[in-house]
């Protein structure tokens, strides 16, 4: 028998034909579709007079729009009230569960959907966003569309698509104290370049991710798409199946115990090619943070902004762009530059191992004098969760504004917004010119390295705060 990777194994289990244009027909087991573009998907199936083909599998989130201020309505952002009364409606007109405004389990669709048990071992899943691949750390084969796609998912529950390459990334070595998932995630965006995965779908493998929590292994799958990957994800193991048991829409009974034995055979086998095969060793690895405008310009902490990208014009140019919208120069250390803004949460690290991360840092301290700091939980579970923990109160103590559940300043959509120059240290997962308002300076950390920005009232190495 011919060995396969696990990235075979899914996509030949869901393949449904071959289309003579090359792309391949693959069936979808479940979808879950955002109020951003949901509503405009909805518009297509009424014109073309199609139906939802399974309800049933179908999923609408309220998280892109949504405001993050407590006793929120559809009208407290008054520029999603409309993307909220549409998906709403849609919903209701095509027949499939929405967690809606005051749902308990309201929240944002990738942090969701693995914690309510969706997404499976071995599944398909799809999501109208760019970072679906979040759910891929349960070992399921995840997929963003626009939404023309959206449409066709929909009514068909397929998606047709060329079939990736195959790429492994096995991080070995052991992390060092307060070096996270993240770090991890933005040194091999750092290493292979925003376009460096491209065409491929990821697995990651190795003893650092064997080690991670399921949470950190979403963290990580979650910036796959930043290094230009179709999709990622890590083999269920024990530590999978035990994370998912019990959950709401998880098998039960026979159910589960059959399950059980399909996803232990969800791995690659020993023997399995890859199209490409990297080993990066995370031994050694810093704390990371971003100094430009892409995941991909990024250092480690105690290291300076670089003076060169490379030889080519092009290079230069990249170089010059960022470092004037940065506000930078070549070879200044990012450690002591004033901050105006901290924002934990998102569907990167918006979960609990995140808010207990920040919470060690920021417990019996203060917010810095001028700093706004802002923590939004990526579900209302999370919420309740971190509430029953306190860890809402050590925040509230500190001087940060606690949110309920949304996407928030990921992308500013719902009104969370920096100010024009202000200079942002963000957990989310994306640093792009004006991504978190017009003219903001993003730069992307770990929850440990947002939460030391905020007491110290500049970039610090969250060790130091860490070990004081």
């Known amino acids: 028998m011919v060995a396969r990777t696990l990235f075979h194994k ?4 869901h393949l449904v034909a071959r289309r003579i244009d090359g792309r391949e027909i693959i069936y979808m087991d479940r979808n879950i579709v955002h109020e951003l573009h949901g509503p405009k998907a909805f518009e297509k199936l009424r014109k073309a007079a199609r139906r939802v083909r399974r309800p049933d599998l179908t999923f609408a989130v309220q998280d892109h729009t949504i405001s993050s201020q407590p006793d929120r309505d559809d009208t407290t952002n008054p520029e999603g009230t409309p993307f909220l009364r549409a998906q709403r409606a849609g919903a209701a007109e095509f027949n499939f569960r929405i967690f809606d405004v005051g749902d308990p389990d309201q929240g944002i669709s990738h942090v969701i959907g693995p914690e309510l048990g969706m997404v499976l071992p071995g599944a398909t899943h799809c999501v109208p966003d760019s970072h679906a691949a ?4 349960l070992g399921a084969l995840s997929f963003g569309c626009g939404t023309t796609e959206l449409e066709h998912v929909l009514a068909t529950q397929v998606l047709a698509m060329k079939r990736p390459k195959t790429m492994r990334i096995s991080l070995e070595g052991r992390l060092q104290p307060h070096v996270t998932a993240k770090d991890v995630a933005l040194h091999i965006i750092g290493t292979i370049g925003v376009s460096g995965a491209n065409g491929h779908v990821i697995e990651y493998a190795g003893a650092v991710v064997r080690a991670m929590g399921i949470e950190a292994r979403m963290t990580l799958c979650n910036l796959t798409v930043e290094m230009g990957g179709r999709s990622g994800f890590v083999a269920a193991d024990e530590t999978t199946l035990s994370w998912l048991e019990g959950r709401p829409f998880a098998p039960v009974g026979e159910d ?4 059980l034995a399909y996803w232990r055979t969800m791995h690659s086998d020993e023997g399995a090619r890859f199209d490409r095969d990297l080993t990066i060793d995370c031994s050694a690895l810093e704390p990371q943070i971003t100094w430009g405008i892409t995941p991909g310009q990024v250092i480690g902490i105690r290291d300076s902004v670089p003076a060169s990208l490379g030889e080519e014009a092009s290079d230069q140019h990249a170089l010059t762009k960022a470092l004037t919208y940065m506000d930078l120069q070549a070879g200044e250390p990012l450690q002591g530059l004033k901050v105006d803004r901290v924002f ?19 417990r019996g301290r203060k917010v810095a004098e001028g700093v706004v ?7 209302t579970i999370v919420r309740r969760e971190a509430e029953a923990l306190g860890l809402d109160t050590v925040f509230r103590d500190a001087g940060f504004h606690w949110a309920e559940s949304a996407c928030s300043m990921c992308a500013g959509g719902n009104g969370d917004r920096g100010r024009p120059g202000e200079r942002v240290i963000s957990t989310t997962n994306r640093n792009f010119e004006g991504r978190q308002g017009p003219g903001v300076r993003t730069h992307l950390v770990s929850p440990g390295m947002a939460a030391a920005a905020a007491i110290a009232g500049a970039i610090v190495d969250v060790r130091q705060l860490a070990e004081a």
């Open 10 to 13: 899914i996509w030949e289990a």
């Open 134 to 137: 979040t759910v891929g750390a």
């Open 256 to 259: 589960w115990n059959r399950a």
């Open 344 to 362: 934990i949460g998102s569907c990167t690290n918006g979960r609990i191992p995140d808010l207990q991360e920040a919470a060690a840092i920021v």
């Open 373 to 379: 700091a802002m923590i939004s939980p990526g579900s």
